[in-house]
């Protein structure tokens, strides 16, 4: 494991106390190849989430903290929500890649509201994956809560 990814989840989660009662794990997994840094989420019956980090060693935590926080912003979007609108709303993400886009944004912009403006910047920059638009829109929440 890179870094104690246990630590940065308990620090990352301090900022998201509406999920204080879920069950959320973390799992290192080798990169598979298909970029320098993702997470993702799997939700498992009863719902426990797992944040799954695949990432190379020597990723910076900031990297890291800005990709769990993702993460942890997704799950406030669906923890209240029954399994069978989860399911269809990502099957039409799946289905319809400008929904997922401005999906992401939102995730994005959760996780900025929550203070990890900054390192989904970041994180952002470092995959190739931002625009100026984005950009200022994370900004403008870093600014508001700060
Ligand atoms: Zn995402």
Redesign the pocket.
């Known amino acids: 494991m890179p870094m104690d990814l246990e630590e940065i989840l308990a620090e990352v989660r301090i900022a998201f106390p509406e999920l204080s009662k879920e069950k959320i794990e973390i799992n290192y997994r080798k990169n598979p190849g298909d970029g320098p840094f993702t997470t993702q989420i799997t939700i498992c019956a009863p719902r426990t989430y797992i944040i799954e980090v695949f990432t190379e060693l020597n990723a910076k935590p900031e990297l890291i903290r800005g990709g769990i926080a ?2 942890l912003a ?1 799950i406030i979007r669906t923890h209240k929500k029954s399994e069978l609108r989860i399911r269809t709303y990502d099957w039409l993400c799946e289905n319809f890649p400008r929904l997922r886009r401005r999906d ?1 944004t939102e ?1 994005d912009l959760e996780a900025a509201r929550h203070g990890y403006g900054r390192q989904i910047i970041e994180l952002r920059v470092y995959v190739g994956d931002y625009s100026r638009e984005m950009v200022d829109k994370i900004m403008k929440e870093v600014a508001a809560i700060t």
Do not use: N, R
């Open positions: 993702h993460e997704h992401e995730v």
